[in-house]
């Protein structure tokens, strides 16, 4: 079946750090893939997304590329600030009906 | 647009207790999902519809749970009884065509005592 695999949390930067933060997946025909943040007390957000290999989304200064050779899409951000402080779900649909699923989240808390 | 709706924010209740959580989706959006959220288990999807009729309800925990769909423009999650195992973030979310994001709602914060 389909599914999501994302690294574990907390991830711990200090304000200006480069950040990685690797989703891989599992899944049949061509899914469209998504990142989506959880602010504390917040719905989840739509952060960025991708929907056919090789396909870069982009928000924020947040980055994933979507590659189905490696069936990846880590999300990336060259300097990260306080705000980013949250959790990131790595998430697909494949198939009708749009049914996302979704990896487990990760953690970041970003520090002064 | 408002996005999702979901109401109440918060509930609290006792175990035993019948508890409806109410989700208005975006206009115009034919598939609606509610999922629940807890520490242990991360996000769970419980049921969904497209054009209002459920169309996989595997998620739903037990016989318990209830989840409907009368128009286009509203959905209710019923759980009863409640058990204080139940105490979690619902959230409802709504989209539009396939290979398109979701859309959620705040949440509804429920805690069965």
């Known amino acids: 079946g389909n599914s999501v695999t994302q690294m574990e949390g907390p991830v711990t930067l200090s304000e200006e750090a480069f950040l990685t933060i690797n989703c891989t997946y599992t899944?049949?025909?061509?899914?469209?893939l998504f990142w989506y943040v959880q602010y504390p007390g917040e719905g989840l957000q739509l952060l960025l997304k991708a929907t056919k290999a090789d396909d870069k989304g982009s928000n924020k200064g947040f980055e994933a590329t979507y590659r189905k050779e490696t069936t990846s899409f880590h999300l990336e951000k060259g300097s990260v600030q306080v705000s980013d402080s949250a959790v990131y779900f790595c998430a697909l649909t494949s198939g009708g009906y749009n049914k996302l699923i979704f990896g487990a989240g990760t953690r970041l808390a970003v520090h002064p | 647009d408002a996005g999702v709706i979901q109401s109440p924010r918060h509930e609290v209740t006792e175990m035993g207790q019948e508890v409806t959580l109410r989700c208005k989706p975006i206009s115009g959006h034919n598939s609606l999902f509610w999922y629940r959220q807890t520490m242990m288990r991360g996000l769970e999807l419980l049921i969904y519809?497209?054009?209002?009729?459920?169309?996989?309800d595997s998620g739903m925990p037990e016989d318990r749970f209830s989840a409907k769909m009368p128009n286009a423009s509203f959905s209710t999650l019923k759980i009863q009884p409640s058990e204080p195992r139940d105490s979690a973030v619902y959230f409802c979310?709504?989209?539009?065509?396939?290979?398109?994001?979701?859309?959620f709602g705040q949440g509804t914060r429920l805690t069965v005592v």
């Open positions: 899944a049949t025909g061509y899914p469209s």
């Open positions: 979310a709504s989209s539009d065509r396939e290979g398109s994001e979701a859309f």
């Open positions: 519809f497209n054009n209002n009729v459920p169309i996989d």
